[in-house]
């Protein structure tokens, strides 16, 4: 699959700290490791998407949650998206 823009959404933002990172929510039928690759999410600059912002990455590959991962904005550039660390990933097929 690709990269789904209304997948992403912003899920908290305070603007009147507006240094505090904003809390972003990705639901995908991708694996978090192909979400985080350099560039997946493509559009990040103009969603307004800045360094320190938080990613919690959802994969739903069967219908369900299978996994998810917490992953922090290392870079944004308007030509090559979002750049993601590896994150911290649950399995949810454990629980």
Known sequence: MAYDPTGLFLSGYNPER???PKVWFYRSEDAPSLVVADGYIADAF???????????????AS????A???????????AGGANLSDGTSIDLTDT
């Open 18 to 20: 507006p240094r505090n």
């Open 46 to 60: 103009f969603r307004g998407m800045q360094v320190g912002d938080v990613v919690h990455i959802q994969d739903f």
């Open 63 to 66: 219908g369900a949650p299978v």
């Open 68 to 78: 998810h991962t917490i992953s922090i904005v290392l870079a944004v550039t308007e």
